[in-house]
């Protein structure tokens, strides 16, 4: 049987899922159509203008964003501090230390002596703050309170001052400890599911195993994707991963499911692309720490620099003709 929407059908017809990472309240149809439209402004600069309208109005694939940013809310919540819970603070506070050790080194490159003043005296602040004397001194309120002094101080490097959303280090903070809340395994619901099951189960909700899927994912949405991608049992031609912490030692890497980390077993194809200015991306190289699946596929990690301010953004990303060539040329394949 061949199920027709619109004049057209949706057997065999590929599936293309686009998986965001951390970040405020997000908007379903506005989301997907802000990263179809940078997608297919990608797929445009890299020679497949013949493209831009079947992904522009998703006759080429059935296209889906999955949204889970709701599953973050804490309707109870006051304020940044209220919103960081104890328990999160050490991923937190590593993360933090992670993200400034990558910023200085990448100051040091290029010999940008503001840029580096600024990145230590944030560190001085997050070891500060990570510190178990001023832990048990100022308590969780002031540990937080010092690491949003951090951040504030990050906000004053070019790019982000610029770029940013966030005023200040506090109101970013939150958004930062998604990632430990998605790895902590907590916050049940009613029935029991822990928030990263809830996750989970919202991004693989609707697809149709028996046609073949494109993944798109960007942050902690490449985390979310491992895991689910390992519990999928349909065919998945080509798996993209951007601005990836995958890689991130005993702050991610070893608290992924399964272990040890390895490549989801229907993946044909990975591709992970990482921008020199992408702050999150402590350690790009995702082929030295992701073990093959059966039929031998690892990831294959080229830089998308995109030379523009705050390159941790999905879009930025997918309008690079690098990221977005792969997709169009599978597209055409299947």
Request: glycine letters at 8%; proline letters at 6%.
């Amino acid at each position: 049987m061949r199920l027709i929407i619109g004049g057209g059908t949706l057997a065999g017809k590929p599936q293309l899922l686009f998986i965001h990472g951390i970040g405020s309240a997000r908007t379903t149809d506005v989301e997907l159509r802000e990263w179809s439209t940078s997608l297919a402004n990608g797929v445009r600069a890299a020679g497949h203008a013949d493209l831009v309208s079947g992904l522009t109005q998703s006759w080429a694939a059935e296209t889906r964003f999955a949204n889970y940013s709701d599953l973050f809310h804490k309707a109870d919540a006051q304020g940044a501090a209220d919103d960081v819970a104890e328990e999160d603070l050490p991923l937190l506070l590593g993360l933090l230390d992670e993200m400034t050790q990558e910023l200085a080194h990448q100051a040091e490159l290029v010999d940008d002596r503001r840029s580096l003043q600024i990145i230590t005296s944030a560190r001085a602040q997050i070891r500060s703050a990570i510190d178990p004397d001023v832990a048990q001194a100022q308590g969780p309120l002031g540990v937080v309170r010092r690491a949003g002094n951090a951040l504030t101080t990050l906000l004053q490097l070019p790019g982000l001052r610029q770029a940013s959303q966030w005023t200040s280090g506090v109101q970013l903070l939150p958004v930062l400890s998604q990632v430990g809340r998605y790895l902590a395994r907590k916050e049940p619901d009613d029935a029991g599911l822990g928030l990263d099951a809830r996750i989970r189960e919202r991004v693989l909700s609707g697809l149709d195993p028996s046609r073949p899927l494109i993944v798109i994912s960007h942050s902690l949405g490449t985390v979310v994707a491992y895991e689910a991608l390992h519990t999928y049992r349909g065919p998945v031609p080509l798996w993209i991963t951007l601005g990836s912490p995958l890689a991130m030692g005993a702050l991610v890497l070893q608290r992924l499911a399964p272990r040890p980390p390895h490549t989801p077993g229907g993946v044909e194809r990975w591709l992970n692309f990482w921008d020199r200015d992408d702050i999150v991306v402590a350690r790009p190289r995702l082929e030295r720490w992701m073990k093959p699946n059966a039929s031998g596929v690892v990831p294959v990690t080229e830089r998308a620099d995109t030379n523009g301010l705050w390159t941790h953004t999905a879009t930025k990303y997918l309008a690079h003709k690098i990221v977005a060539g792969p997709v169009a040329e599978t597209l055409k394949k299947l």
